[in-house]
Structures are given as structure tokens and as C-alpha cells.
């Protein structure tokens, strides 16, 4: 990402964490950065243009978190680091995750989430007329739960279900469970389901640390 466009979106965002989605403009974002509205366009486009960058900026900061080199890490491991991943974003950036959900994959990193579910559920052996599918159910569970959390919009969700990881956890080993009942009959056989208690790989943090 040019440098320019990376500390625009950056500023944009940082806007958006500080007074809400619908405090961004073109014109605020401009002040931040310490130019026209104008001379903006040539590295986000407007507004809209500048929304999908910040959902290309919100998938970096995704990949970034997860990291590493996944080829010495389980999927299943790896399905838990990425879905805590995702609900630490929501809670780094509540007024802007929502733009994960709401607005089409349009940047260059904007297909991060997705190509990283389809290569996990390609490593647990699902066949592959039934990935993309089954991706876009962990994506809209994911995407769809967190969303909640932070909006308010999930039932019972309040500051306290924020600050605990023992219900989302829950739900990641469901997911763990889902994939294994997609994978093929050989592979389910001698897949195990990883418990609460599992050691992490390293680097990967519980979803309420």
C-alpha cells in the first residue's frame, strides 16, 4: 500500500475510533493529514472509495494479528487464533468493524478473512465443492457475533460478556466441530476436537486477553 494512501486510511480510521462512523468525511480526514479535501482523491477516490480502503486497512491489521507462518499450525489451531483475531479487532475498532459486514470485499488485502477460512477447511480435508460454503458460514458467524458484541446488538450482550472469552470460545470449538462433521469420513475419524484448556500456539492470545 503507498505510503500516502496507508497514512490517510490510517488517519481515517483512528477518526472514526475517536467519534464514530459518522463523523468521517473527506474534509476531516483532510485536517488530519494536513491537506484539501481535494487533494485527498488522487490516493482514497471519495468517500465511498475511502470506506472500502478502511475495510482493505481493518483485513491488514487482521493478517497482521494472526501472523506467521501457518504451514507448522493445526487448523484447528489455527480456525481459534483466526476467530480471536476477529473479535479483537471488533473490540480495537468497534465504530469501524462493522464495515467488515456491511461493505462488499473491494481492496487488494479486503479477501484476507476469506482466503484464510478456504485454505484452513482445505487442511481439515472438507471437500472442495463444500469450502466456499462452509466459509462463508464461519465468516458470517464471525463477522455476524462480534458485530453484535460491540454494536449492542447481540441478545444479552453488555460490557461484562465483552470482557469474558469462556462463551466465544465456546462457540469457536462448535466451529471446530462444524468443519469436522464437513471434513471427509477418513479425516473425521481421527480428528479430535481441541479442549477449552488446549495450549495455544505461540503468540496467540485468548479472545479476552
Known amino acids: 500500500m503507498d505510503d500516502k494512501r496507508r ?3 490510517d488517519q481515517a480510521l483512528a477518526l472514526v475510533d475517536e467519534r464514530g462512523l459518522a463523523a468521517m468525511s473527506m474534509r476531516a480526514v483532510a485536517e488530519r493529514v494536513g491537506l484539501t479535501s481535494m487533494a485527498l ?25 494472526v501472523g506467521g507462518d501457518p504451514s507448522d499450525i493445526d487448523w484447528k489451531h489455527r480456525l481459534c487464533a483466526v476467530g480471536r483475531a476477529v473479535r479483537a479487532l471488533a473490540r480495537a475498532h ?20 476469506a482466503g484464510a477460512l478456504q485454505n484452513i477447511l482445505s487442511d481439515a480435508r472438507v471437500p472442495a465443492a463444500e469450502v466456499p460454503r462452509t466459509a462463508r458460514l464461519i465468516c458470517a458467524f464471525l463477522l455476524g457475533y462480534t458485530t453484535g458484541e460491540v454494536t449492542g446488538g447481540l441478545p444479552g450482550s453488555n460490557p461484562e460478556t465483552l470482557e469474558g472469552a469462556a462463551e466465544f470460545d465456546a462457540d469457536l470449538e462448535d466451529l471446530v466441530r462444524l468443519v469436522e462433521n464437513a471434513a471427509t469420513p477418513s479425516e473425521r475419524a481421527t480428528s479430535t476436537t481441541p479442549s477449552k484448556s488446549a495450549e495455544l500456539p505461540e503468540g496467540v492470545r485468548p479472545a479476552g486477553g
Do not use: M, T
Not at 468517500?47 to 483485513?59: N, R, S
Not at 468497534?94 to 478473512?113: I, T
Open 7 to 9: 497514512q490517510i486510511l
Open 41 to 65: 482523491y488522487p490516493y482514497v477516490g471519495g468517500k465511498d472509495a475511502l470506506l472500502d480502503g478502511l475495510v482493505d486497512l481493518l483485513h491488514l491489521e487482521l493478517g497482521s494479528a
Open 94 to 113: 468497534p465504530s469501524a468493524f462493522p464495515l467488515l459486514l456491511n461493505r462488499s470485499a473491494a481492496g487488494p488485502s479486503a479477501a484476507w478473512l
